[in-house]
């Protein structure tokens, strides 16, 4: 019998190679109320740190959404104020531009006159030059 115990182990254990382990699960057991407490108490301290951190964040957020929406409205103004003064001026250019119509038509008049009169030097230029050629034909004896 001695023999057959004793073998008996080690089939079990050539046993045990062959299949998987078996776990064994031990009763849970409860702790103790004082720990339940103070689990309960760290649970909710560490809650009410964590809750405060994201409330802090969205108020940051919300925060520097203010100071951009600010900084924006600033920067409109401004803009504003500079389209104002470039629509001033523009009046004013268009203003000038209209006192100076008149004359600006006078420069263009007087430079059609220019140039019909360089037309009628040209001419008067080539008639001359034809007369020349003729002159002398006409001292020639005959």
Known sequence: ????????????????????????????????????????????????????????????????????????????????DIAINISRNLKDLNQKYAALQPYLEQINLIEEQVAALEQAAYKLDAYSKKLGNYYPLLLLPR
């Open 1 to 80: 019998m001695a023999t057959a115990a004793e073998g008996l182990p080690e089939a079990g254990a050539q046993h045990a190679k062959q299949e998987p382990a078996v776990e064994t699960a031990e009763e849970a057991k409860e702790p103790a109320e004082a720990d339940i407490n103070e689990l309960c108490k760290d649970m909710f301290n560490k809650m009410a740190i964590y809750l405060t951190g994201e409330l802090t964040a969205t108020s940051e957020d919300y925060k520097l959404l203010e100071n951009m929406n600010k900084l924006t409205s600033l920067k409109y103004l401004e803009m504003k």
